[in-house]
């Protein structure tokens, strides 16, 4: 399983910019999905989640500005971020948990896209 991730760029503060997460491979199913943002030196922290029943969550400093979306027919997760301000300048990774069948047994593994680069200008 892949997941490569695409959308990030340089933008003014208030701009908008749109990423994208497309899973490839062989699967059974996709579960929670996840986008992540790390700067230097910091951990990866949790961004928004997108789950298979079709809940969303997103951290208290995107709320209202970002939006979390997938499409399990094209595998793929996307992040619309809007208004966007010089504190979400990361780099921004995708994150799936996937299920993958072998006969009558299931494995949930969590694999990640390889990250990419947002930047806001203040």
Same mark, same amino acid.
């Given at each position: 399983v892949q997941l490569q991730a695409s959308g990030g760029g340089l933008v003014q503060g208030g701009g908008s910019l749109r990423l994208s997460c497309a899973a490839s491979g062989s699967f059974y199913a996709i579960n929670d999905m996840n986008w992540y &943002?790390? @700067?230097?030196?910091?951990? &990866?922290?949790l961004v928004a989640t997108s789950t298979r029943g079709g809940s969303t969550n997103y951290a208290d400093s995107v709320k209202g500005r970002?939006?979390?979306? &997938?499409d399990d027919a094209k595998k793929m997760v996307s992040l619309q971020m809007n208004n966007l301000k010089p504190g979400d300048t990361g780099v921004y990774?995708?994150?799936?948990? @996937?299920?993958s069948r072998s006969g009558s047994s299931y494995l949930t593994r969590n694999y990640w896209g390889q990250g990419t680069q947002v930047t806001v200008s203040s």
């Open positions: &943002r790390q @700067v230097p030196g910091k951990q &990866r922290d970002f939006t979390i979306s &997938r990774y995708c994150n799936a948990a @996937v299920t």
